[in-house]
């Protein structure tokens, strides 16, 4: 059975920091891409970053860049987002996603693209 399990989700003030963790299991973790989604209240899902498989090329959306690091440990089957510099629209559901393909890059910003999904952890920033 898989499982992506988040965490790190909370409140922080604007200009803080969180770190957010998915640990992934009973998936071929080395193998698949990874991506944070995030979805704010009435909005639809969208791509936040995304990590190679072998965590040798990472991938951001540009309302994140240079603020968010993804970073991964093949060796404990984590995937985790460095989030800095907070605004208040970081505001959202942030999710974990495998994708559907083995060693593939092609669909990591497209949400029809994974496979299985975390149920989500909350990011709060306030002004």
């Known amino acids: 059975q898989v499982q992506l399990v988040e965490s790190g989700g909370g409140l922080v003030q604007a200009g803080g920091s969180l770190r957010l963790s998915c640990a992934a299991s009973g998936v071929t973790f080395n193998s698949r891409a990874m991506t944070w989604f995030r979805q704010a209240a009435g909005k639809e899902r969208e791509f936040v970053a995304a990590?190679?498989?072998?965590?040798?090329?990472?991938y951001y959306a540009e309302s994140v860049k240079g603020r968010f690091t993804i970073s991964r440990d093949n060796a404990k089957n984590t995937v985790s987002l460095q989030m800095n510099s907070l605004k208040p629209e970081d505001t959202a559901v942030y999710y974990c996603?495998?994708?559907?393909?083995?060693?593939?890059?092609?669909?990591?910003?497209?949400?029809?693209?994974?496979?299985?999904w975390g149920n989500g952890t909350l990011v709060t920033v306030s002004s």
């Open positions: 996603a495998a994708d559907r393909r083995l060693c593939y890059m092609g669909t990591y910003y497209y949400t029809g693209g994974m496979a299985y």
């Open positions: 990590i190679r498989w072998s965590g040798d090329s990472t």
